[in-house]
């Protein structure tokens, strides 16, 4: 039987290197260029085919779901925080795409890897150092002592801001890239044990694929959710410290 | 609708809480372990570290605790009282 991980591995499809650089074209580059197609597709979709006062299915879908990121970015960052809608408003988008082509049998899920995940978590993470020192000097550095602490503990203090604000971004990559992992290996587990026991008991573990997979979509939504949600939150910190 | 979000949320929590706890014990592990490594002091930076990241794990896992609680408590233990309160009558 096949390792429950193998459809992790990466293999090139296209050979390409540039200037020592392996720029090689695989599965996870393939699919996060259909899930970029498919966000950008949807909502030119929706722009091309005219908006109208009555919304259609596509343009009401747009609608709530933008709606929903707008509220998000209102509750946590605040009114100002609607310059950074964009922003926030591709990456969700962007995360659900990705988390949900990688529930298509055959395809890849780009979130299951680390190096994914992580890149834009400390992307994330630099964004928030800047927008926090452009807004607030040499000021920013009081996030690192919370308001009303005593002066005595302040030493303590200190350190163990920078331990938990070292960890946003690690614990915000960690996080996505776990669950995602996590889910598709139960499922190739469960279908390996499918395929390997006889008909009459293989219905049994093909049962719960079914209903892992309907738990997984839940899962991807829910992850692409927190990962926005937290973003807004660590640029909220920032902007209001504390 | 309504119930849907909170259920959302809920599940937001629920899956931040672990992590959050896990991940700045190991920073602080790991921040220990370096120092230690650059001034040739073991075991005592480590030691440090894996209190400090204790520390700032609990105190995240409080943090978001406290922010998710409903509007007019302030306080988990407040909120540990009133269904003691709840309870008693």
């Known amino acids: 039987m096949e390792s429950p991980l193998h459809h992790f591995e990466l293999h090139p499809i296209i050979h390409l290197s540039i200037g020592g650089l392996d720029l090689s ?8 260029w259909i899930g970029m197609a498919i966000v950008f597709g949807l909502f030119m979709l929706v722009v091309r085919g005219g908006l109208s006062m009555v919304p259609g299915k596509i343009q009401s879908i747009a609608e709530i779901s933008l709606e929903f990121i707008k509220g998000m970015v209102k509750e946590f ?4 925080g609607m310059k950074y809608f964009n922003f926030v408003g591709s990456l969700f988008f962007f995360m659900v795409c990705c988390n949900l082509i990688g529930l298509i049998p055959g395809s890849y899920t780009i979130t299951s890897q680390l190096v994914v995940t992580g890149a834009f978590a400390i992307c994330i993470f630099i964004m928030t150092l800047v927008i926090g020192f452009s807004k607030h000097g040499g000021h920013f550095f009081s996030i690192l ?4 602490v005593p002066k005595l503990m302040i030493p303590f203090m200190v350190p163990i801001e920078v331990i938990s604000m070292i960890a946003r971004p690690i614990s915000l ?3 996505l890239f776990a669950n995602m992992t996590a889910g598709h290996t139960v499922l190739a587990v469960l279908f390996g044990l499918a395929m390997s026991a006889p008909v009459w008991l293989g219905w049994l573990p093909f049962g719960f694929t079914v209903i892992i997979n309907g738990l997984e979509m839940a899962i991807a939504l829910i992850q692409a959710y927190i990962f926005t949600t937290l973003t807004c939150v660590y640029i909220g910190d920032v902007i209001k410290l504390h | 609708m309504a119930q849907d979000s909170g259920f959302r ?3 937001g929590i629920a899956l931040r809480l672990g992590v959050e706890l896990i991940v700045a014990t190991f920073i602080g592990v790991m921040m220990g372990y370096a120092l230690d490594k650059f001034f040739d002091t073991r075991p005592w930076f480590l030691v440090l570290g894996v209190l400090f990241g204790g520390a700032a794990g609990s105190l995240n896992v409080y943090r978001i605790a ?4 409903p509007g007019d408590v302030k306080d988990p233990l407040d909120l540990q009282k009133n269904n003691k309160k709840q309870k008693d009558r």
């Open chain 1, 25 to 32: 074209i695989n599965k996870a580059v393939i699919a996060m």
């Open chain 1, 77 to 80: 960052i605040g009114d100002e």
């Open chain 1, 145 to 148: 002592v919370p308001p009303g």
């Open chain 1, 173 to 175: 990559s960690v996080r």
């Open chain 2, 9 to 11: 949320e809920g599940m």
């Open chain 2, 66 to 69: 406290t922010a998710s609680l």
